[in-house]
Structures are given as structure tokens and as C-alpha cells.
């Protein structure tokens, strides 16, 4: 995700800003750059020692801000990278977050003639603002004016040279923070660069700006009402920072869930309409009206994503799809019609070798593939035709976990877009209002996860597991035996539910849990009739399922709010991420790095 520094005082601001950069990388990014009054403005793709490399002697003043950028909009390239100036190159600007009526904004430039330099939502701020600044060289009111006219999320800091002594940040949806030093004043995304300065810092809030100056600051409102906040002083360490807190980065990744969910979402529902919007596929709109087939393939949790999506689709779309193991599919026969088949990659890197592989045989045959990637500008984003970014973040843990929650979150975006373009809209209305409640069923859910750890606790001494779903469930018991495997490495099978009659029940016994996803579902009591057979066999059962629907005979129950059939497994799945989680964390295993596994897979 990308990060911001900057800093304003009595020392040169320069190698404050490389050293927070550096502090920065373990949020993941793809190029970097910086502004510093008096010397003006370096970046380049690539790690920070890249940009290092590129500074001039002489390269320095009192004031600077900074940027690793984790791309969103448009790949990692130098172009993209932070900082983004306006046309006449007055004032800088780094961001975070997501502006999503950019292109609005860059369609009015362009039509004055504005040439753009770089293909990120961040330059149209940057142009935004230098307008403004035109109108009133006060850069605090050029900022507030042009924020006034964009929608999404931020975190900026901005400079002038014509106010050298000047840096205003900005906060809305993109968390900032000031550090308050005894040689000046810092800016950052996070505590991590600042710890080593200062620990007295002020968060700001949403709505609010702020103006550091060398020797002073303030806070305001963007209607400049001046705000009185509290100093806060930080006790925690750098690691603490990172993981916000949290013990491990997958802890830290689950909790971001909700946000993550809202940021998957952001820009791409239009509520008055009741419409999707995915920019990503714009170009090939035309060919998937006609589609009579869908392929769909992955890897790990990217696979059990796509087999959720082969159900989604097949329910909400009514075209048949298959989900294929990437590693399997590229050597098999293609003996799909390539003009009524498209093929839809899910990677959460970007670089699995095996889904790239697959990707490449399919456009061989001529077959339109997509890709739903969260890394941008990566292989499998570039070498796919089109496809919808997940804008899930860097996910740091081997296991996946927010990022599988965005790829099914996308799945269903990408159903209902199919269905509009086929049927026009109002088919789904009530899919879309609930999955923009998504988010609060999530938290809702994470609230009570000291239930979940209490539950792995006292099954902490398991040596098997069995998971079990029906239906939109079934993937989701695959995920959730994965999850466990990989981070307890407890053996964890999972099956349709149907399926116990057929074999698994002889696993059956009272030191084989099963874990039952039956949420309030189409196929509810079918999946509760498969559970009393488990039960018969002296098997322990612990339940997932809907809020108000707990089974008198368990105390191991979790329970998920009740909504569209077709978004509970992105509920159920939370569940399951924490309770292999603390099932870890009682064996004392390295929970973000586990035993033989790579976060990216880039061989075969
Ligand atoms: C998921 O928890 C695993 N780390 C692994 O199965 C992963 O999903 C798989 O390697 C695919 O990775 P990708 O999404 O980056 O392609």
C-alpha cells in the first residue's frame, strides 16, 4: 500500500525522507519518489536504493515529502510514480488512496488542452490544486477548494515552490499523522519512520488539514475552522506499528477485511442506478456480451475463489462455467469455441507461474482472458486482455486472506456486470444493496472473535480436521481446510456435505472435528441432516452459521449476520481465516512465514 512522508525543519529534509521511505517498504510498493524545496522533485520505479542512486549531489532543503506508491491506477512505472505536479509545475503532491471521480476530472483538463504526464487518479489532484493555487496562491485554500471537489479516498501532503516553507497534508480515508520533533515537523502514513525522531504525534481525522510550517502547525477543518487535537505519545515498537498492533500480519490482514471489502467496491457501484462499473473491462465489453462459456482458473485460495465465482456466475448470470486448477488446465486440451469462451485468471501476486502459464495457452487459442489480479502491472495483469484489480492492498502473510475475500467480492461484481451487459439492469438490486453492507457484516463478524479463539483453543490438539459445506459453502470448506493446513499444519480435508454417506463419515470419531459451514442457505437443512450423521458417530461439530440460528446442541457456534445467499460465503470465510489462525497461534507456529511454503509461487 502506498506510503507518505514528509518532514519540515531546522535540518535538510533529504535523507529524513530517504530513511522513511526505507521504513516504509514492508507495506509493499513499486516505485518511489520525493519533492524537496529549493532541489525539486526525483523518482523512479523500482526500490528505494534505485531512487537513492538517482539523487544528485546537492540534492536538499528544509522541507520535503515523500512517497512509495503501490500502484492502483496505472502500472509501476516512473511516469506513475509519486510526486504528481500540475501544468505549470507549481505545486507537488503525494498520495494515498483512491480519488474516484479522477476521470471526470482529467476528461475537463484534457479538453483545455492539458496534456498529462502519467495515467494515476493522483495527477488530477495535482492539476486540481495547481488551478486553484492560480486563483489563491494560499495553498492551504488551494488545496481545501480543489478537495472539496473530489470524491474517494486520501491521504496527501502537498507543497509549492512559491511557499518553500510550507507543507499542507490532507486526511480523508487514508490514514496521516503529524510528529511533532524538536527540529521540526513530520508527516507520515504511518508511526514507523517517526519513531526514531519522535514519538509525540497528532492522527488526523477525516475532514481535517493540516499546515507545518518550520516553526509552527495547525489543524483545521477544510472550511479552516481551527481544531484543537491531542498530542499522543507512542509506546510502541516498529514491529508493533507495522502489524498495526496486531501479533502477526495475517491477524492484521483479516482485520482489514472491512476496509478492504469497501475499497474492492469503491468507484464501481453506482447505488441510484443500481449498476456495476468496471473501468477495467470497458474495452471489452462488446465481446462478453456474447459469451456463452466461461473458464475460470487459479491456484490455492485463487482456485477455491474461483470455484465460489464459478457459482456465483452460473447463479446470477445463468452461463455455464468451469473452474480448472491452473496447473492442470494448461496442459489439457482447449476444446472451447475461443469466440463464445472467455478465460478469468485470479492471482492475487500477479506472478503465479502456473495461472500465467494457463493464461498464455488460453490467448494462444484465441481466447479473450481477464484477470482478476491485486497487483498491478504485474505478469498476469499485463499479459491478460482486460481484467479488475482487486485493490486489496499488499497482503504480507503467506496465507491469503483479505485478498480472497476481494477476489469473491469482485466475483460478484463481475456476475451482476455480466448480467447488465446481457439483460440491461435491475436484476440484482437487491445483491447490490447487500453487498454495500458487506463491510459491517464483516466487523460484526471480527468483533467476536475471541469466541473463535476459544473454540481453536480447545481444539488446538487436533491432528485432522474436516471441513463440510454445501452449495456456495462448498469452496469455502476447501478454502477453510487450506487455511488450516497452511498456517496449524493440521491435516484438514473438506467435502460436500452430501458426500459424507459416500466415504468421509468413516473418519468419524469424538477426536475428529468437523467444522459445519450451514448458514440460513437454500440448502440449510440438507447440510444440517449431513451434521446429525456426524453427530451419530460421537463426532464433534463446530457450527458456522447465521446469527439467530445456533443449534441447541453446541456451544461451539459462530455466527454470521444473514444476507444474500449469494454473499455469505465472503462471511463465512472470516471465520474460518481466524480460527486457523489461532489455531496456530496455540502451536506457537510462525503464523506470516509457515514451513515450505513462498508467498508468491513464480516457479512450476
Ligand atoms: C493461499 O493462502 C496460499 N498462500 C496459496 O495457495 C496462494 O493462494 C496461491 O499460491 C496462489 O497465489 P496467487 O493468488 O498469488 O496467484
Redesign the pocket.
Known sequence: MCGIVGYIGSRDATPFLLEGLRALEYRGYDSAGLFVSGSGAQKRAGKVSVLEESIPEGFQGNAGIAHTRWATHGAPTENNAHPHTDDTETVWLVHNGIIENYREIREMFETEGIVFRSETDTETLAQLIGRKYRDTPILEQAVADALKEVRGAYGIAVMAINEPEKIVVARHGSPLLIGIGDDGYYVASDATPLLTHTRNVIYLDDGELAVLTTDSYKVTSLTHALLNKEVQNIDWDVESVQKKGYEHFMLKEIMEVPEVIENSLRGRIDLEAMSIHLGGLRDVEERLKNIERIIIT?????YYAGLTGELLIEELVGIPVETEIASELRYRRFTADPEKTILVA???????AD?LEAVREARKHGMLALGIVNAVGSSIARETDAGVYNHAGPEIG???TK??VSQLTVFVLLAIYLKQLRDGTGTHNEVIRELTRLPDYARRILSASENISEIAAAHAGMRDALFVGRKFQYPIAYEGA??LK?VSYVHAEAYGAGEMKHGPLALIDSEFPTIALMPLDSVYEKTLSNVEEIRARSGKVIVITTEGSEPAWTTECITIPQTHEALLPILTTLPLQLFAYYAALQRGLPIDMPRN?A???TVE
Not at 487459479?298 to 485463487?302: D, E, F, L
Not at 485470479?346 to 503465479?352: A, F, L, P, R
Open positions: 487459479g491456484c490455492g485460495s485463487a485470479v492471482s492475487q501476486s500477479g506472478e503465479t495461472t503467506v496465507a491469503s485478498a480472497f487450506l487455511k497452511e511454503l508467498k508468491s509461487v
